[in-house]
Nanobody
Framework: QVQLVESGGGLVQPGGSLRLSCAAS?????IAWFRQAPGKEREGVSL????????HYADSVKGRFTISRDNDENIVYLQMNMVKPEDTAVYYC???????????????????????WGQGTQVTVSS
């Protein structure tokens, strides 16, 4: 099973930037970022494929967040720009239960497809 460790959360002002990191040990064909705000369901934020680096984003973060990877170090980053108070949540990285070759549409955003999760890192957007 893949071990995942997130870092980089904290307090940031609206309009500011923050970069989250997810260090993975073991092979995974993809890594996704999810977030969960108090009283809300866990929401898929972004995903990156290991094979070709293709990326997917939730509509709520398109144009503001960027997911990237360092395959040598096995780290996935989530660059968060122009953050809003509604981005406040615990952010988790996750690896799928099976090996994925290709992802279509929003199928990646179902938390039930993931078998490995990090411990989460808190992101708070507030002035």
């Amino acid at each position: 099973q893949v071990q995942l460790v997130e870092s980089g959360g904290g307090l940031v002002q609206p309009g500011g930037s923050l970069r989250l990191s997810c260090a993975a040990s073991g092979f995974t064909s993809a890594i996704a970022w999810f977030r969960q705000a108090p009283g809300k369901e866990r929401e898929g934020v972004s995903l990156i494929m290991k094979s070709d680096g293709s990326t997917h984003y939730a509509d709520s973060v398109k144009g503001r967040f960027t997911i990237s990877r360092d395959n040598d170090e096995n780290i996935v980053y989530l660059q968060m720009n122009m953050v809003k108070p509604e981005d406040t949540a615990v952010y988790y990285c996750a690896a799928p239960k099976t090996i994925w070759v290709k992802v279509y549409d929003d199928a990646w955003s179902d938390p039930a497809l993931y078998g490995s999760w990090g411990q989460g890192t808190q992101v708070t957007v507030s002035s």
